[in-house]
């Protein structure tokens, strides 16, 4: 009944939200629905209230400096592991950063990573989720004023922390890593570490999601108010893309179709598809203008990877002085945050994560077949590793939409679709038998 149902499913046309498939997995439904925002907003006033998380900020006071919010952390972090029966394990992952911009000295610092063991030993697949704990004022180097950092960015490590929460309770076939980062503020320190130390250590990342300043709905300049909107950033072309690569791309028009990209769209069609009153927008940038991020260590080292982000910022908020001029408030304190707000980017992230890692891995080797002049168009591929899917959804959109439009549902490792590849673009993703589908894979030019 599953497989019949599934197959119904697939045939559905895309709509302009990109909501497509509206089957719901109720355990995950259930995940969803346990994120609590008085939890998110309970971890943020604690993080504000250590003063200043400031990356060179004081590591000996118990109650004060980035020190006592770093082990607050991890002590919460094993709170939650408690209920893993053993499949989560909390350390901190330690590194010297040498003298540099923003760094004054050689400064021991301390990401901390909540690492829930996939169950299926022979997947090797890891998914993370990050937030940063650091906090700043004005002044980039003043380590002593206070530094709430309520929403940049307490809220993405509550967000971080919440999922930990809810998902510890439960188990995946591949691996999720809660991970709350030092050192964004004085330059992507912190993710930097572990991107550099996933890529020599082998770390099969397959995707990776950075929550920063996701917990403000009110843009001061523009007065407008927006609860239920959020933006995802995404590269358009891989940091690590080769000159071959690059001469793909020109040749098929790949230029919106990179793994980034591709995971903006499941984020987009997955999340909506949970969380009710969300509007998920995409946009074709890394990250905004002047700023930067913790997912960009990720894309630099060549794993899939986008930034979460609110859909207004408060300047009068971020990185600002706690103080009152001409009547106007400035500074990130935890009393102008919208919890409720940051409730929803957190069942987001919980409804993609689970999908992805209960999911199949993505197929290998996708291509598409241009030996010769046809209308139709023949995509291969090779069934994924670790967990056999049922089957695989070909996916179709005109060159000029953001979203995939069509879905076919095959259960082999080819497929001949009635459409000319020349007008439209594809994809392939793996999905098992209730409805759980991988990364889609943009194919590659075969004869």
Known sequence: MKYICLFIISLITISASAQTIVKQDASIKQMVDEVSAKNIETIVRKLVSFKTRHTLSDTVSKTEGVGAARNWI???????????????????????????????KPTPMKNVLAVLKGTDTADKRIYIVSGHYDSRVTDVMNVKDFAPGAVDDASGTAVSMELAR????????????????????QGLYGSTNVAKRARAEGWQIDAMLNNDIVGNTYGMETGLKDNRSVRVFSEGV?????????????????????????????????A????????????????????????????????????????????????????????????????????DYTQKVARMNLAVLANLAIAPARPQNVSIVTS???????????????????????????????????????????????????????????????GHESLPVFPKPVR
Do not use: C
């Open 74 to 104: 991890k002590v919460e972090y094993e709170r939650y592991a408690a209920a893993s029966n053993g499949r989560m394990k909390v350390v901190f992952d330690k590194f010297v950063q040498t003298k540099g911009d923003r760094v004054d």
């Open 166 to 185: 809810v998902m510890a309770k439960r188990s995946f076939p591949a691996t999720i890593i809660f991970m709350a980062v030092v050192g964004e503020e």
């Open 238 to 270: 891989p940091a690590i893309e080769t000159e071959k690569e690059a001469s793909i791309r020109n040749s098929v028009g790949g230029e919106n179709d990179s793994p980034a990209r591709e995971l903006a769209r499941y984020t987009k069609e997955v």
């Open 272 to 339: 909506e598809r949970y969380v009710e009153q969300l509007d998920v927008k995409l946009i074709y940038r890394r990250d905004r203008y002047l700023r930067g991020g913790d997912h960009t260590p990720f894309s630099q080292q060549g794993y899939t990877a986008i930034r979460i982000t609110e859909m207004n910022e408060d300047f009068n908020r971020q990185h600002q002085d706690i103080r009152k001029e001409n009547g106007v408030y400035y500074g990130d304190l935890p009393d102008f945050a919208d919890y």
């Open 372 to 434: 010769g002049l046809t209308n139709k168009t023949q995509l291969k591929w090779d069934a994924p590793k670790g967990k056999a899917p049922v089957g695989y959804y070909v996916l179709m959109r005109e060159t000029t939409s953001p979203y995939w439009e069509k879905k076919f549902y095959v259960t082999g490792t080819n497929a001949i679709i009635g459409y000319s590849k020349d007008n439209y673009l594809f994809a392939v993703q793996a999905v098992d038998a209730d």
